[in-house]
């Protein structure tokens, strides 16, 4: 799975990008491999926003989190997304039946 990381308006800490990595990381296990996200982090007026785009299983799925600990939107962020493959991969699951 290929992870592109995008950071505007602050430097990107190592620490911070192999956190981004490693929980990102966690949503291959639903695409074996044939899957690419693209992870925006921003510091903007209102407080850090991430934004994550999973491109897998022939469909596009967005998740985007507003807070103040870059950390916890990333987290948040993940579930948001891992809730939404899990949930169009058990449709996928069901047609077959």
Known sequence: MQINITSRGQALSEHLQHYVEEKVGKLEKYVQGNGEVHVVLER????????????????????????????????????????QVRKHKDKLTDKRS
């Open 44 to 83: 903007g007026t209102t407080g850090q926003v991430v934004e994550i785009t999973f491109h897998g299983l022939h469909k596009t799925m967005h998740a985007r989190e507003i807070g103040d600990n870059m950390q916890a939107c990333v987290d948040k962020a993940v579930t948001k997304i891992e809730t």
